[in-house]
């Protein structure tokens, strides 16, 4: 598996969801802490962001 690079991480929501759609696909054996630092991430700023959006989700009950 070539290993992902990112030449400008710019903190974007869409660089963010790109990191965790590989992560899932390629970071068997990995924790994401470790996947983010192999790849020049700073983690501490995706976590925040995946707390962030993860905030926002909210279970809803739906009536039929």
Not at 24 to 41: H, M, P, T, V
């Amino acid at each position: 598996c070539p290993r992902l690079k990112f030449i400008q991480f710019m903190e974007r929501t869409s660089d963010y969801e790109q990191l965790l759609f590989l992560y899932k696909a390629e970071g068997k054996g990995f924790s994401l802490e470790q996947y983010c630092i192999n790849n020049e991430i700073n983690y501490r700023t995706f976590d925040r962001w995946y707390r962030n959006q993860h905030e926002r989700v909210r279970a809803v009950q739906v009536s039929k």
